[in-house]
């Protein structure tokens, strides 16, 4: 069979197809729809003809109707809150934010609300809710239509934020965030939606709070999440010319966060960069940076350096984007630095 | 929808006797030193939560706010575990973990209580989303201030509702005060329900002093919305007698405005009609009174006997499982 057909066995005995992660989100998404009568999904655009800014949600409200696939105005706080209604009331909601800049408007149900509701109630509701949104930044749209902010959320007791970097993934923890019975955040990114690779047919589940070892290696390991992670599997690539082995590990999820996976990295190869494309300062890397620091102070053979957005707002300009953002450059350079110390 | 029998007027006098004798003794422990919480006084507003009581059903789905104690305890809300939250105790509704502003009792049909203005509309938006994609004929009711009236999630709420024609009722207390400011200095309106036909549903204003006139109104919005008729934005004027806050001075609040709105309170009010009906007499009133001040008063002496919660308490429910909450 070749390759990228339908029901091609993967290295695992895995039955697998070849999706983008465009097409693997669809199919998770169609997947917990035809699985569970609770589902619905509720947004702005994603029913059909338009089936979703970025297509992800196309076919779906043709398939399982208006009723559960939910065109709604622009109304963010209301298509959150709802969502968090309809959570405690039995359903499991998918909402969508069409670009994650526009979370800011929905904070309050999903900080107030959504994420306190368990804890506040002494355990007497649950949150079964998963909000998509999307990272727009890397194609031009400006500081308003940019932002990648997954730390303001990782900061919130009773979210789960979840990122994920392979089409594989996409399908895997997407589905995982929908049947789990706590709000998760889904972060996806628009330079991802195109991206190919083989995804398991079928009920595909990756469960939520393990990081993956997406490369191994002996010298430095370089901790990324979402988009990032093409980016240091490439720099891992390049440096490895170089004689410089990197072991590319993929957060996947921020919260839960796998501390022992990434320590047991740490404690491997005693360098560490930890990278994102959020803003570097007080991003989600300096907590990562600081729980690799507490518990292997001693270990280290470098301090651990981080790679992030720079602090300042992303211009629409390709130059101004770009000399803001992160890239395989500044990775290369940043495991050089802690690979030479 | 017919004014409400005898049996139901002495059923709504019952509830406003409850909800008063706890606000009451919440408000004297304060003042004394008893015992220390948060608490937004409910006193004035007892009749729009005692038609809420007579007009809706168990399974009825009521999402309220920080000033919520007359509405929970009338749609069911057991009055010991409700006391016990609101001193932060163990044994509370809600483990002492969500306190006087975060009531919630969803076997009484309590979904919750927020603590942000206007964010509860939302909230009971997607309650009754659930409710109409379950094909049931039950009801959602969100109760708020006319502060509320000025957020975005008032007019994110309302549309949204009005565009899918949930059953959903907005039950506006308008107490004539946003925290400190008046009503009039945050609306260009005269009155909240004003608003409904820019959203294409029923708006309607009732004397939210009024027990039998709020039940009518609440009763209709309740009807429609039972039946496929979609949100009613139902307006009920009251006043809130002792301020925003507990020991709130109220020098916000013009002297003469004050004594006018103590005299139409509704307790008292309500006892003189129903002893002028004939459904009621004073004698039967006072034992009414006193029932009510006794079983207040045995729920805030268990309470009050009862413990904090374990400091690890702090520690769970933050997920479903425990072992994710990060020390």
Redesign the interface.
Known sequence: MSAGATGVEGAGGVATEDLSMREALGAALAGALAADPTV?LLGEDLADPGGGISQVTKGLSTTFGT??VRD??I?E??I????????????R?VAELMIMDFIS?AL??LV??AAK??????????VPLTLRTAVFGGIGSGATHSQTLEAWLAHI??L?VVVPSTPADAKGLLTSCIFD??PCVFVENVALYGTRGPVPTGDHRVPL?RAAVVRPGRDVTLVAYGRTVRDALAAAEQLAAEGIEVEVVDLRSLV??DAETVLASAARTRRVVVAHHATRFAGFGAEVAAVIGEELFGTLEAPVRRVGAAFAPIGSAAVLEVAVMPSAASLVAAVRSVAGA | MTAPSDDRRRGMYGTMARIRACDERIRRGLSGGEFACTYWPATGQEAIAAALGAVLRTDDQLVTTYRGLHDQLAKGAPLGPVVAEVLTRASGVNAGKGGSMHISHPPSGVVLSTGIVGSGLPIAVGVALALQLQGTDRVAVASFGDGATGTGSFHEAVNLAALWRLPVVFLCQDNRYAEMTPAAHGQPVAHVADRAPSYGIPGEVVDGNDPDATCTALGAAVARARVGGGPTLLECTTFRLWGHYFGDAMRYIPAEELEAARRDEPVGRYRATLAADGVLDAEAAAAVDQAARDEVEAAFAAALADDPPDAGAAFTDVYLDAGEAVR
């Open positions: 619905l009723d559960r709604t105005p109304s706080a209301a959150v809150g709802a969502a968090v209604g309809a959570a405690v009331s039995g359903l909601p408007i309050d149900q107030n609300h509701a368990r804890y506040m109630s002494g355990g007497l509701l649950s007791p009773g789960k019975d706590d709070g839960p966060f």
